[in-house]
């Protein structure tokens, strides 16, 4: 018989991911938005991105040992390559976004401060030309998570709301009957 959810470790990571990718996306356009908290913001930001970036190693090494189930009967052979490629996507990006940061605040030699006394190596060397250029690497990774989570969320909405083929049920933390 075919699995027809992920597994639970599956589920709870993604719902898990997904609140601190909102609250990433939230704390980003708070940060460019408002000086006044700009510093208690970064604050909450890095030691979050770094979590992402451990987690989605965690989700990637548990994805190749527990497989998804099969795609839905409702959905073409277009929409099955559209919902891989978006995967990868957002797998790549949630990998990049963080190393990108890491990156850029090494270059310009901010600490990462995880918590406490506990900072992070920087993993490159002090160079303000690079780090203007991996800020701008940044942004755009950033823009391209929004778009492609907007994409992401709306394809759900749409299957939920209007195919009503029961696409959420994979992805549920409860126990969906029909």
Request: hydrophobic letters at 60%; glycine letters at 4%; charged letters at 15%.
């Amino acid at each position: 018989m075919k699995r027809a959810q992920f597994t639970v470790l599956s589920r709870v990571l993604h719902w898990v991911m997904a609140a601190m990718v909102l609250t990433m996306l939230f704390i980003g356009v708070g940060m460019v938005a408002s000086l006044a908290d700009y510093h208690r913001l970064v604050s909450i930001h890095r030691p979050l991105g770094i979590s992402i970036l451990i987690l989605i190693v965690v989700r990637y090494v548990n994805r190749r040992l527990h497989p998804p189930p099969d795609f839905l009967d409702t959905m073409s052979p277009l929409e099955r390559r559209a919902a891989s490629a978006s995967e990868l996507l957002l797998y790549a990006l949630l990998f990049l976004l963080p190393l990108v940061g890491w990156a850029m605040l090494s270059a310009a030699r901010y600490p990462i401060v995880m918590f406490g006394a506990f900072h992070l190596p920087p993993i490159l060397p002090q160079n303000a030309g690079l780090y203007a250029l991996l800020r701008r690497v940044h942004t755009l990774l950033a823009y391209l998570l929004f778009a492609t989570f907007i994409a992401h969320f709306s394809a759900i909405l749409f299957h939920t709301l209007v195919l009503r083929d029961g696409i959420l049920d994979r992805m549920a933390l409860w126990r969906v009957g029909r």
